[in-house]
């Protein structure tokens, strides 16, 4: 099983627009629970402490294997939902292991 791991820092002008962002960002990846066939598990939220240098929002998804990471990032609802956060991304990081 792959655990896959990203972070993000959003592009708001202030902390309440990063915020927002953050939080329209988790609600987007947590709504691809059960129409992402190859999503076994997913977790997103937005950062609540030291707001100033932690990243904004975080998601945790854990799929099968590659293939099937491969195939819920080129799923169409995972493209929507990452069309909206290259809008609102100021920078990102992601880190995918074994489980």
């Known amino acids: ?3 896959h791991v990203v972070m993000w820092k959003m592009n708001g002008a202030d902390a309440d627009a990063r915020a927002g962002q953050a939080a329209e960002v988790a609600r987007r990846l947590n709504a691809l629970a059960g129409v ?3 999503l076994r598990a997913v977790s997103a939220g937005a950062n609540v402490l030291h707001t100033d240098v932690n990243f904004d929002v975080a998601l945790v998804a854990d799929v099968d294997s590659p293939d099937a990471l491969e195939a819920y990032q ?18 990102r990081t992601a880190v ?4």
């Open 1 to 3: 099983m792959i655990r």
């Open 36 to 38: 992402i066939p190859e």
């Open 74 to 91: 080129v799923h169409p609802a995972h493209q929507e939902a990452g069309a909206y956060i290259k809008s609102v991304a100021a920078g």
């Open 96 to 99: 995918d292991f074994e489980i």
